[in-house]
């Protein structure tokens, strides 16, 4: 007998087609009056207990799964607030390190400025006033940066002359 290509049993190669809407192959539909009295109890259950018993798999399975999630939204809530506090608190010190870095800056800027005010080197000093006076405006800054773009002017340097009489205006 040659290869059929189901297998070498003649039994395999020789099985008809189920029947429509059956389950086995012999015909018998699987609500037969052969099924129905077919009463066995397979493992330590009984028909009716196996199916309580899923439903309360059922129930369980959903307590779990709404738990999950419950705590799932908890933990989400907590990195949410422990994150807008963490940023509150970056923020704060970001607002710290930039006053504190705009004063160091402005004291040196007045510093520098103000040894060129000194040696008579009133454009360089003017520089250095200008940018000082941006961060923090005060009036002897105001009142030496006058002075410098007076003796500028004086220097016969038209632009010191325009800034002079745009800043007495201010």
């Known amino acids: 007998m040659g290869y059929g290509g189901f297998g070498l049993q003649k039994w395999i190669y020789k099985q008809k087609a189920r029947k429509p809407f059956?389950?086995?192959?012999?015909?018998?539909?699987g609500n037969s009056e052969f099924s129905n009295n077919f009463?066995?109890?397979?493992?330590a259950y009984e028909k009716d207990e196996a199916l309580a018993n899923i439903s309360n798999r059922r129930k369980f399975d959903l307590l779990?799964?709404?738990a999950v999630i419950i705590?799932?939204?908890?933990?989400?809530?907590?990195f949410?607030?422990?994150f807008s506090n963490y940023e509150a608190l970056n923020k704060e010190s970001q607002l710290e390190s930039k006053v504190a870095f705009e004063t160091k800056s402005y004291e040196i800027l007045i510093n520098q400025g103000a040894v060129y005010y000194n040696e008579g080197n009133y454009s360089e000093a003017s520089k250095e006033l200008e940018l000082a006076y941006a961060i923090k405006q005060t009036k002897q800054l105001k009142y030496k940066l006058l002075v410098c773009y007076q003796e500028l002017c004086k220097a016969k340097n038209n632009e010191y002359c325009r800034k002079y009489k745009e800043f007495k205006v201010r």
């Not at 059956?22 to 539909?29: C, I, L, Q």
């Not at 705590?71 to 907590?78: C, F, N």
């Open 22 to 29: 059956t389950r086995s192959r012999n015909g018998v539909a």
């Open 80 to 82: 949410l607030i422990r």
């Open 64 to 66: 779990t799964l709404f």
């Open 71 to 78: 705590a799932l939204v908890g933990l989400g809530y907590y």
């Open 39 to 43: 009463n066995a109890s397979f493992g």
